[in-house]
Each structure stands twice: as structure tokens, then as C-alpha cells.
């Protein structure tokens, strides 16, 4: 992967921002304060300065053009009207983290008119946009790049030319399957450790000296311990990324089970209303308080011999009573952590009796998620 050399400061030409949600605002507002003059446009209007009525009017007063929507269809429904007002001055920078077919057929729309495309995911949330240090990865030719690179400096701490358009998308893609991967293997050990009645601070603590750690997780974990889902990154835009992981996964006979594994968790959290919580959410069914025995136990006594007996978690029980259906999983899920152990003084049996429950509520979630 090459980086980009730096190039002198062109002179200041206009620059549309085309959606404004976290980074797009953020991105705007550096690009002000480099001295560019900033147009924008959302697709719900908002009253900033320089709000524009649609994106070929920002085609028709600006020279380039950044690109941040969400998604696939949104990537495509923006450049498809944007085309139309589009000449051989334009450089169109995409950002959304899309599957690599679909940033192409971006590229093949903008660029019958004569105007370049560039491919620029960023990795960096928030807290990295707010401070102008997104990382970029870029695809397209040298020469729009070297146009271009004045207005990626202005929010980024690093420009990554990944190559051809597409293949800076597939690198945010592959990158963002080890972050989901990361944070949801970093909340099944804190259920482990909660488990096990070791304080969860003692876990943060080991893991700043373990090899493991990474900068992500110096970001989450803290949040993690404190229940605060504030988004940086949300739910539903890492689950967004991990389907289109998996779809290229089906399409390529890879079998990805991490990938997977953190697509379901993150689909669980959609379920139960979290789709705009930080992804990090995902340690919330691990992390709840624990609530009393004695408002717990009954309860759950009698699903442990429901499913000592062999009983099937669908249908009806022997005695004639419905058991629980697969749509009741999310209902059970969201009142309990699936490890609610109290500490270390349980006995055996208590705690071969909370490991039946434990494997129970997993259960529930296969079914309630169709892998049952």
C-alpha cells in the first residue's frame, strides 16, 4: 500500500459535503477552517450555512465534492442525480463504506460526464473527525489524488492509496470485521470475568499490559465497564458492514465464522431497539446488573427443568402448558445478562444451576435469530 505523497496547497476551490451526519459536519467544518468555501446538502434539510437545495445545485457551485451517506443505495441514489451536472472540472471523493461492486457502479455513473472519482473510506469515529485525524483509504488515478489531497488533509491525520476503485473498500471492510470481532470477543470475556466474581476493573487493568490490546479497545472497554453506548459508531452502520462482509463471504465460499458470530450479536441488538446505541452495545446483554436471587430464581427454576427434562424449547410441554417460543427469546435476553453469576462463594450446584440457564438464553438467541 502506498502513501501518498504531500503536494503544495492548490488554490481554494469551492467544496460540496454531501451528507451531514457525524463525520460529514465534522469533515465541513474542517474544510471551513482550512479557508475553503463549504456548500452542503443533506437529505433532510438542516439550517447550517451554505445549505443547498440539491446535489446538482452543489454540483453547479462547487468543484469538488464529498460524499457521505450511509449505504449502498444511498451511495448510489446520490451520484444518479448528481450525474447529470457533472463536467470534467468535478472530482466526486465517495466515503461510505459500501461493498466494493457498489462503489464501482458509483464510479461508472460519474465518470461518462467527464468528472473523476475517487474511493476514500476513512477509519476513525467521532472523536477522530471531531480532531481532524481520520485515516483514509483511497482508490483512484495518481493524478485526481494529487488534486484531491488538500481537501483529504483537511480532516485526516494519514492518506493510505489503497489502488483501484473498489480496493479501499474491501480493506474498510476486512478492517471493520477485526473491530467487531474485537469488541465482541472483549464483552464475552467480561462476562467470563463477571462470572468468575473478579472485578471488571482488574480485566481493564491486565488488558493495558497484554499484547492484545489495541487502540480500539483502550476506547470501548471503558465504556463498556460504564454502560454508556453514547454512538461513536453505531449499531446499525457495523451491522451494515458485516453483511456486506458475509454476502461477499457467500459469494466467495468463505466461511467466516467470527464475521458471522459478531453480525448476529449486533442483529440482536437491532431487536431489541439499540440500532442507533454505539456498536459497542453489544456488551450490554453481557454486562447488566445482576438482580437479586431471590426475584431471579423462581423463575428461572423452572425453565432449568424444563430443559433437564429434554424438553423442546417450542410447541407444548408434557403437562400441556406452552413452552417458549423462539420470539419470547429477545423478551428473556433483555431482562438477564446470559452470565449473572453473583461471586465466587456459589457452590457447585448454584453454579451448575446458572451455567443450565446460561446455555438456555443462548439457545433462545440462536432460535430467535433463525440459526436454531
Given at each position: 500500500m ?21 463525520v ?30 440539491s ?24 451520484v ?6 457533472l463536467?470534467?472540472r ?6 461510505s ?8 457502479a458509483a ?32 482508490g ?28 479501499a ?18 464483552a ?24 492484545s ?20 459508531f ?41 440500532g442507533?446505541?454505539?456498536y ?16 431471579e ?6 425453565q ?18 406452552p ?14 445478562p ?35
Open positions: 502506498e502513501r501518498l505523497a504531500s503536494t503544495s496547497h492548490p488554490t481554494h476551490k469551492s467544496i460540496g459535503v454531501l451528507g451531514l451526519g457525524i460529514g459536519r465534522a469533515v465541513a467544518a474542517h474544510l471551513r477552517r482550512r479557508g475553503f468555501p463549504v456548500f452542503v446538502w443533506n437529505r433532510s434539510p438542516r439550517p447550517v450555512p451554505n445549505f443547498v437545495g446535489p446538482g445545485e452543489l454540483a453547479n457551485l462547487c468543484d469538488y465534492i464529498q460524499i457521505f451517506v450511509s449505504d449502498d443505495e444511498a451511495l448510489l441514489q446520490t444518479e442525480p448528481l450525474s447529470a451536472d463536467a470534467p468535478h472530482i466526486v471523493l465517495a466515503h463504506t459500501v461493498a466494493p461492486d457498489s462503489m464501482r464510479a461508472e455513473i460519474v465518470e461518462p460526464r467527464g468528472a473523476r472519482f475517487i474511493e476514500a473510506s476513512f477509519t476513525g469515529s467521532k472523536l477522530a473527525a471531531e480532531k481532524g485525524e481520520l485515516v483514509y483509504y483511497v483512484g488515478t495518481d493524478e485526481a489524488l494529487r488534486e484531491a489531497r488538500p481537501i483529504l488533509e483537511a480532516s485526516s491525520k494519514e492518506i493510505i492509496h489503497i489502488g483501484a476503485i473498489g480496493q473498500s474491501a480493506i474498510k471492510i476486512a478492517t471493520n470485521m477485526i473491530t467487531a470481532a474485537s469488541v465482541q470477543a472483549a464475552e470475556a467480561l462476562a467470563l470475568v463477571q462470572a468468575l466474581g473478579v472485578p471488571l476493573e482488574k480485566f481493564l487493568e491486565a488488558m493495558r499490559a497484554n499484547a490490546h489495541s487502540t480500539t479497545l483502550a476506547m470501548k472497554l471503558p465504556k463498556m465497564l460504564e454502560r454508556d453506548f453514547e454512538p461513536h453505531s449499531v446499525k452502520h457495523m451491522l451494515k458492514d458485516m453483511q456486506i462482509a458475509n454476502e461477499i463471504a457467500l459469494s466467495r465460499y468463505l466461511d467466516l465464522g467470527l464475521t458471522a458470530a459478531a453480525r448476529d450479536q449486533l442483529l440482536e441488538q437491532m431487536q431489541w431497539n439499540h442507533d446505541d454505539d459497542s452495545s453489544v456488551a450490554r446483554k453481557y454486562l447488566l446488573e445482576a438482580r437479586s436471587a431471590a426475584s430464581e423462581p423463575r428461572m427454576e423452572a432449568d427443568e424444563q430443559s433437564d427434562a429434554g424438553e423442546s424449547v417450542t410447541g407444548t410441554t408434557e403437562s400441556g402448558k413452552a417458549l417460543k423462539p420470539q419470547d427469546a429477545n423478551a428473556i435476553s433483555a431482562q438477564q446470559l452470565l449473572s453469576f453473583s461471586g465466587a462463594g456459589d457452590g457447585p450446584a448454584h453454579t451448575a444451576s446458572r451455567l443450565r440457564r446460561g446455555f438456555l438464553r443462548q439457545l433462545l438467541s440462536r432460535f430467535s435469530s433463525g440459526q436454531g
